[in-house]
């Protein structure tokens, strides 16, 4: 069953979850001097009201309408009640999902891809430039900045750019100019280069790229797709949807919330319009739950201290679980869950037992991907089968316990591009870290 | 502009064409005998419920509820008002476009694959056998028959089973059992094999092998996933609720309604509920307009005559248009449009001057694409392409005559697993044939 809601309904403002914290988020320092960064400091990145939003404790912030029109291509998604999963389960449990995947890039993350480039428009940059491992990021702001009519340039990690050329493609129909990273454009790539030639490349060389290349042309700005809380501020128009179609539903509050988290921007933009009603802020609300890979776990396994965003330790350093900003972890189909840190929002949530989190072996997960194509219908991308599979067990121990709890979870994007992953889970052939 | 209806406003019958039709519909003739094919020859292949309604005269047949329980994963599917597309047109048409890519398959094909196997379960047949191109027809009826339990087994033109993998990955993550055609697993195959063991296969092929399929194994049965009048009659849910929508949009009838033709289901899907008001059966209705391949101009070059539907001469004989059975269209990338023939329906409309065609090369669809893509933000199927071609150049007649035309296609698939060959067109390696 799908719950709708007409395009007039889309959120008129964003949910800050700020003023909610359990405590105030601390500042990021500046990596040079280990001051607080300040709006001048990123003034040179990213527009002003973008870092305003960074900052903010207004409770509320009100979505431009020339971005609303834009989401209104998509947006509300739906929320469905997946029936026929629970059928499958046996459970008592009543398990929802909000439909992500129906944007035209095929996630969720336009809904910030849209806003950035808004405001950077607004300010008169007429060129963005950003990094991306598999594309997701790259192809929604390519996207956002063919319908504002900017300039997108994103710098690829090169072994993506040569194994998964689909999303280098989407890129460039939506007009994006896509480089394979490290490049010789810039000196960061350059000297990368001079001492490997044959270098696959990493996110954190390609962040160093983009960053470089914002910084050293006219008229341009970086980008980031997830772990900002601006970033995580674009995505709550998920959660504040959701809220309204489990009352469509019937339904009051859920027993549990949960999303996959690499940066954490999908998990937040579901949860963050539930944290004040959550079970560590007020007993008996929703519990919140994280889910990452077992092969990168972050919330799980790693250290709540400061630590750079980049590899290469260019950034601001960030206080957050973080495994180490040179920690690489294997090359799991879950590309988008690769992150040796998470979104310091999330962090503090965990951090103060707000928030819970669960890790999986790639196996496990697309085993729950399996299961939800073969019940559901849609084939889920290997980042949200980990929610998946979270799901499916918040609903098996629902059963054990005889109880019928209400199971919401973000379907973050489709699998449709992701069809090598499961060739290899079908055969046999897929690590089972 | 979206108009969505909630899932408890799926039509609840199909529209049979067939009493609105301009002259009656000639019979099938069998290939041996050349006499009119009557039910007891079609039994061995399909379940009496679609021979009925293959012949039926009655004017709604009623849409069976477990039909209707898995339609409503995706349906009603959205109507969509093109205004961006429009705006970059600079065109006072009003443009609306059925988005029929929301399925889990990605096109209308579930719409007909659900019923069908719906049917066959209801006769107790537990398998069903097929053949499928680049693989749209087959994924669909893959999805279809996991989610009635039946075994599907599908016959994918060799070429496409080595070249394009992800269509055949896509059937077996429903469960589908998939071989590349020419097999060696039936006579058909085995002699085709004997003289040509490097063959790509071809359509006409693997239906000869999933017939043979169908015919030598107990408890299956074959499956098409176009041409036939039931096909076409299963698709009639997207035009009926288009009516619908078009009404919440405050709008009339349209002046114009297109589909890509291949087979004709999906045009028909959309036309056929039109045609008691369409201009050739009363003075004023809407315009019906087939869009097809220059490389494939059945309805615009091809000769009205009885002839086979397969390449090997193995089907009944239909009275359609047609290029002859053994022609074979240059490899474009609209697959599913390359068809020697075309469904009688859409044969005997156009026939009559109830129905145009126009054809367009390979190059300005897409241009038309690109187009698409650019505006409105998702990448439509090369076959789609067509439709939206067609569309684009109505809405720039009616800027020319400075009239407010009201333009409807069929939004019949989404091209993400086609970027390769938006790849070719974006770096000028596409045959503009």
Chains 1, 2 share one sequence.
Not at 262 to 283: E, H, I, M, Q, W
Request: charge should be negative.
């Amino acid at each position: 069953m799908r719950y709708l809601m007409t395009p007039d309904q889309i959120p008129s403002a964003w949910f800050n979850v700020a003023p909610h914290l359990p405590e105030p988020l601390s500042p990021p320092l500046h990596p040079g001097t280990g001051e607080p960064v300040g709006p001048d400091d990123l003034a040179p990145l990213f527009p002003m009201a973008l870092i305003g939003q960074e900052m903010s404790a207004d409770p509320w912030i009100d979505i431009p309408g020339e971005v609303l029109d834009i989401l209104q291509l998509w947006r509300p998604t739906p929320l469905v009640r997946a029936r026929r999963l629970e059928q499958a389960l046996d459970t008592p449990a009543r398990i929802y999902f909000k439909d992500e995947s129906v944007s035209p890039a095929g996630s969720h993350k336009p809904n910030t891809a849209v806003a950035q480039t808004f405001y950077n428009k607004a300010e008169g940059i007429g060129r963005i430039a950003t990094e991306t491992g598999a594309g997701q990021w790259g192809s929604a702001l390519a996207f956002a900045c063919q319908l504002f009519g900017l300039e997108c340039f994103v710098y690829m990690v090169a072994a993506s750019y040569h194994q998964k050329p689909y999303r280098r493609v989407m890129m460039e129909t939506w007009g994006g100019q896509v480089v394979a990273s490290p490049s010789d454009l810039t000196q960061a790539g350059k000297a990368v280069l001079a001492r490997d030639p044959d270098t696959g490349g990493s996110l954190g060389i390609a962040i160093s790229e983009a960053v470089e290349d914002a910084a050293t042309h006219p008229d341009t700005h970086y980008s980031l797709g997830s772990v900002l809380n601006h970033v995580l501020l674009h995505q709550t128009v998920i959660g504040l949807e959701a809220r309204k179609q489990l009352e469509q539903a019937g339904e009051g509050l859920p027993d549990v919330i949960l999303g996959s988290c690499g940066g954490g921007s999908n998990l937040a933009g579901l949860a963050l319009p539930f944290v004040p009603d959550c079970a560590g802020a007020r007993s008996g609300g929703p519990r919140l739950v994280a889910v990452e890979p077992s092969s990168c776990p972050t919330l799980t396994e790693g250290r709540f201290e400061y630590d750079f965003g980049d590899e290469a330790g260019m950034t601001p350093k960030i206080l957050m679980y973080t495994l180490g900003h040179e920690f690489i972890p294997p090359p799991i189909h879950a590309g988008g869950l690769r992150y040796h840190g998470d979104a310091p929002i999330i962090c503090n949530l965990v951090k103060n037992g707000w928030m819970e989190a669960v890790a999986y072996p790639q196996g496990k997960v697309f085993e729950a991907a399996l299961q939800f194509a073969r019940t559901e219908g849609t084939i889920p991308a290997p980042e949200t089968a980990h929610a998946i599979r979270g799901a499916i067990d918040e609903a098996l121990a629902a059963k054990e316990a005889g109880e019928e709890r209400v199971i919401l979870f973000n379907y973050s994007g489709h699998g449709l591009l992701d069809l090598a992953a499961y060739d290899a889970f079908l055969h046999g052939q897929l690590a089972d870290v």
